[in-house]
């Protein structure tokens, strides 16, 4: 009899830079090998600048694959998809420690075909044989699904009394181009079907939207804020309680976009906003994780 095969888990992350010196790079990336306008890093620098000069999206994933180990029992490690470590450079390093066989959790929980494919890359290139299961869309788990009640449940509770009953949530996710939606693409339909669970936990109104639309230009998924915005106002509505549901993590599309782009964008049109937190490393969120990790251990 062989002795079982030894495994880890990867946390496989979108990625950040921790030096905005490499934003010109790590951007290059995000657009599949184009170099990007200076006018596009150059805007980019200044999101960064006024949430404090970086993003928390590394430390924030570090930590919560701290956690991950610290309940699975096996090693678990970040790869990130645009930025160092990529994941040939983890999956090499789990290889030299002996591991055998990879469990991938990608923190896009309605774009793992694209996460699949990259780590499926970097496994070929890895000198050692490497077993890799990777979670498939995993936007309405039960525990994620959750974990974004209680978040936006906790922010719908905050709201003076007189404010909820002219309150919106507006979940949102992040739009991709047209061009994805008529290829076939379920990344519409997946949002949807986590908004409509997560809408059936909470029982509040709500509104979905796509936000932070490509700024080259082209045809992108909506609605996008403006325009939801516009509606909510017109329907007498005072407030917007917007909840990244497309997000696990606090990064720049969050915190600048959200909390300092569309709050403008409701200021502009009469409403106040808020937001609800981010997962994070929140225990149901954590819960959320192993539960699909396990679910690939043999
Ligand atoms: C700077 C930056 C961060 C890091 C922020 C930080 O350091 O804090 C970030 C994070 C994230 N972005 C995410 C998702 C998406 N971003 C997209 C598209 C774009 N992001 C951009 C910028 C960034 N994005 C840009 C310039 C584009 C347009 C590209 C173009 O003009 O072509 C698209 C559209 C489809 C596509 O283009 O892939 C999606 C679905 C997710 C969620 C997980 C996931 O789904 O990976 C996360 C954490
Ligand atoms: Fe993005």
């Not at 495994?7 to 184009?34: C, P, Q």
């Not at 924030?60 to 956690?67: D, F, K, N, S, Y």
């Not at 181009?177 to 997560?198: C, F, L, N, T």
Request: contains cysteine; proline residues 6%; charged residues 25%.
């Amino acid at each position: 009899m062989s002795a079982p095969a030894k495994t880890a888990v990867v946390l496989f992350s979108h990625g950040t830079v921790e030096n905005l010196d490499d934003l010109h790079g790590f951007v290059t990336n995000i657009r599949r090998g184009r170099p990007p306008p200076k006018e596009v890093v150059d805007e980019l620098r200044h999101r960064y600048q006024a949430i404090g000069g970086r993003s928390p999206l590394g430390d924030i994933t570090r930590e919560l694959a701290r956690l991950v180990e610290a309940r699975l029992g096996l090693p678990t490690r970040m790869a990130m998809r645009m930025w160092h470590p990529y994941p040939e450079e983890v999956l090499a390093q789990l290889a030299g420690e002996g591991i055998e066989r990879v469990i991938v959790v990608p923190l896009a929980q309605h774009s793992t075909p694209a996460y699949a494919e990259a780590m499926d890359r970097a496994a070929a290139k890895v000198g050692k044989p490497l077993e890799v299961r990777c979670a498939k869309n995993w936007g309405a788990s039960p525990d994620l699904t959750a974990a974004f009640a209680e978040s936006i449940g906790e922010a719908w509770n905050a709201l003076a009394e007189d404010v909820r009953a002219k309150a919106t949530v507006v979940m949102t996710a992040h739009s991709v181009p047209m061009s994805v939606i008529q290829s076939g693409d379920p990344y519409e339909r997946e949002v949807r079907k986590s908004a409509e669970a997560i809408g059936r936990a909470l029982g509040v109104p709500y509104e979905v939207a796509f936000q932070s639309q490509g700024m080259g230009g082209g045809e992108w998924l909506g609605p996008d804020l403006p325009s939801t915005l516009d509606a909510l106002a017109s329907r007498g509505q005072k407030h917007a309680l917007f909840a990244a549901i497309g997000f696990l993590s606090d990064h720049v599309e969050v915190l600048y976009d959200l909390d300092i782009e569309a709050a403008a964008l409701g200021r502009a049109r009469g409403l106040t906003t808020s937001r609800a937190a981010s997962l994070n490393v929140a225990p149901r969120f954590v819960d959320a994780i192993v539960g699909v990790a396990k679910e690939l251990l043999p």
